[in-house]
Each structure stands twice: as structure tokens, then as C-alpha cells.
């Protein structure tokens, strides 16, 4: 934003001017989410409606959809093409948005990398997606991760990943004690970062305890669906 207002005044460029006038908050684009997903996931949704619609005739996806429906399980869901459809105009890149830019025409969310904005909630839905491939494969020939074990537990975490792979043991202490790739707040990709030097970033986006409530409601039956499923419960996970 500040290279195309480059020849702005120079009150514009602070953070703060932006922030007032030209971004939405993460409040707002969570709120138009929570709206968009809890409609579009009911029961008999367009998720439901729409996956069904391009998914249930292939020959690979049909007995899933009709032994679902024969023991009352929820639909298969196919989240991005189900609920966040394509552009709805010029200046309304998704219909999730739509009323937003209605009510402010001055700020901007046509932004570079649409998908980070796009499925601030939906990414965190991890069953969705999931369900799929354990439709598709037999338990045990699946394997899920926690990002905290691989943090917390790197050592015995790899050792599970290199058992469930059939590998040699090996004993991987001396390499996950030396660092780790991909520390956080895009640092470390290439590179190992020492673990004293692992960067942490504090959770200081703004967000109403009504509205961080209303998220976690929302998102409670699909955790409880996910970790029913992988027979796992995560670290960041409360019943």
C-alpha cells in the first residue's frame, strides 16, 4: 500500500493511518468469516450440497459418500471450492467480504497472497480435509503430527515418524538439539536456528473475548471430530 501511495502525504505513512483507514481488523475479517462458514456448513449447507454435487458420482468418492450416509455421518466437505467461491467484483475479491467493503469503501482487501486473508478460520477446520484421506486410507497407513511435539518432543517424535516408515532406528537426539528449520516469524527457513535463539512470537492481535468465544464454539465440534478420528488430542486442544 505504501508503494502505490508513495507521493502521499507523509501523514499517511504510519502504521497507525493504515490501520485506521485503509486495513480491515482482524476482528472484522472474523467476524465476515464466522458468518460466511456457519452458513455455509449447516446441515445441508451448499458444503454439503455442493461437495456432494461434484464429488459423489466419481467412482473413487461414491462409496464414501453413501457409507457416510448410511451410518448418519456429516457430509464430505470440500471446504475452499464449497464456501469461498471465486471473485465477486472488482473491489470484492470473495462474497465473504462483501458487506465490509459495502460499509467501507475506503479500505482495501484486494491484497497480494489472497489466501491468508481468505481462511483466517476455515484453515484451522483440519478435519475437513482430513476426513478425506481417512476415507480413502486405512488408519494405518496414516500418521499425524503435532507441530508442539515436534517442538517440544522433536527427538521422540522423529524416532515415531522414522518407526511408522519402516526405517532403521536411529537415534536423532544430536540432531534435533542443534536447532530447528522454519522457526517462526519467517526466519529459519534455510538455515538451523539454535533453539535459544528460536524467535517467539506473542499472540498481540486484537480480538473481543466475545468474538475469540464465538470462535472457539464454532470450532469445537470439528476438534472434537478431528481428534476422535486420529485417535490424538494436540497440546493446543481443550475439551
Not at 53 to 82: C, H, N, V
Amino acid at each position: 500500500m505504501r508503494k502505490k501511495d508513495s507521493k502521499a502525504e507523509a501523514k499517511y505513512s504510519s502504521d497507525e493511518w493504515y490501520e485506521k483507514n485503509k486495513i480491515f481488523s482482524f476482528d472484522e475479517l472474523v467476524k465476515a468469516e464466522l458468518k460466511l462458514l456457519k452458513a455455509c456448513l449447516a446441515p445441508g449447507g451448499n458444503a454439503e450440497r455442493s461437495s456432494s454435487k461434484r464429488y459423489s458420482t466419481k467412482e473413487w468418492a461414491a462409496p464414501i459418500f453413501e457409507r457416510r450416509q448410511a451410518k448418519g455421518l456429516p457430509g464430505m466437505i470440500s471446504l475452499d471450492e464449497s464456501c469461498y467461491g471465486k471473485r465477486v467484483s472488482n473491489a470484492v475479491p470473495r462474497r465473504q467480504w462483501q458487506e465490509l467493503v459495502e460499509d467501507q469503501p475506503h479500505k482495501e482487501i484486494d491484497v497480494e497472497n489472497l489466501h491468508l486473508v481468505q481462511s483466517l478460520v476455515g484453515r484451522s477446520i483440519y478435519v475437513l480435509p482430513l476426513e478425506w484421506w481417512y476415507a480413502l486410507y486405512p488408519m494405518k497407513d496414516l500418521h499425524v503430527v503435532c507441530s508442539e511435539d515436534l517442538r517440544y518432543r522433536a527427538s521422540r517424535t522423529m524416532s515415531n515418524v522414522s518407526d511408522f516408515l519402516g526405517l532403521p532406528s536411529f537415534d536423532f537426539t544430536n540432531i534435533t538439539n542443534a536447532g530447528i528449520y522454519n522457526s517462526g516469524a519467517h526466519t529459519g527457513y534455510d538455515k538451523i536456528t539454535e533453539w535459544d535463539k528460536t524467535v517467539y512470537v506473542p499472540d498481540n492481535i486484537p480480538i473481543s473475548d466475545e468474538l475469540r468465544k464465538e470462535y472457539m464454539d464454532f470450532l469445537k465440534p470439528y476438534n472434537e471430530r478431528l481428534f476422535q478420528m486420529t485417535g490424538q488430542n494436540c497440546d493446543w486442544y481443550e475439551i
